[in-house]
């Protein structure tokens, strides 16, 4: 999950400095909540919060912006990501179309749409959410990995294996496009490939559980235990 901080935020970020946004949630936690009334600064706050897996803050924060400024559709599509992290899948949809009604040229809006309505089954829609992202921005490696997740989930392995291989082109030290492609090539049959995915992805992010995990099983399978 990855929620983005538009031009604002980082102005209030420079003027504030991170480290007094950080010590604000410190103060909070103590009972003293902050007051700002710039729209950009409750909206960093809860991203920090949201970064942090403090989701019940970060959603009132993020609620906070919007009600200072509700036509932000960056505010509305960090909104759904915080919705998502606390499964709340349909309140999550809700925020990215909000926000695609404000900037329809947002991919990341359009990519955080096609992960939620992937995440509840709904492929051929998570698909045709990922090909505008992609198509807004073609090389958005987040969004060509999930875009093969969802034409996986159609059963379209060969246009999987695509966009799984053009997130990594796009981004070579991207961990999660090199597991996703190592799934699908290891229910293939593709084993020793598979294995070679996986130890690349753990390389690049030696704690990602998932790819560890996907790696012990072809381990397991071809019998190194």
Not at 70 to 76: E, L, R, S, T
Not at 195 to 217: D, I, Q, T
Request: some cysteine; overall charge negative.
């Amino acid at each position: 999950i990855s929620c983005s901080i538009g031009r604002d935020e980082a102005t209030v970020g420079a003027g504030l400095g991170l480290d007094a946004l950080q010590v604000s949630l410190a103060a909070w936690d103590r009972g003293y909540p902050p007051v700002p009334t710039h729209a950009g600064a409750w909206h960093l706050i809860g991203v920090i919060a949201h970064q942090v897996g403090a989701q019940a803050r970060a959603l009132e924060c993020i609620q906070r912006a919007i009600a200072l400024d509700g036509n932000n559709a960056a505010f509305h599509s960090n909104l759904g990501e915080v919705y998502r992290a606390v499964k709340q899948p349909q309140e999550a949809i809700a925020s990215y179309q909000r926000a695609i009604e404000l900037n329809p040229q947002q991919a990341e809006a359009y990519s955080n749409l096609g992960n939620a309505l992937d995440e509840l089954g709904r492929f051929a829609e998570a698909r045709d959410a990922l090909l505008i992202a992609i198509r807004l921005k073609p090389d958005y490696p987040a969004a060509l990995s999930n875009l093969g997740n969802s034409c996986k989930g159609l059963g379209l392995n060969a246009e999987a294996e695509h966009y799984y291989r053009q997130a990594i082109a796009a981004d070579p030290n991207f961990s999660q496009a090199y597991s996703n492609l190592g799934s699908l090539v290891d229910t293939l049959g593709r084993t020793a490939e598979a294995e070679m995915l996986f130890r690349e992805a753990v390389r690049l992010s030696p704690r990602f559980a998932e790819a560890w995990y996907n790696l012990g099983g072809v381990l397991k399978r071809t019998g190194r235990y």
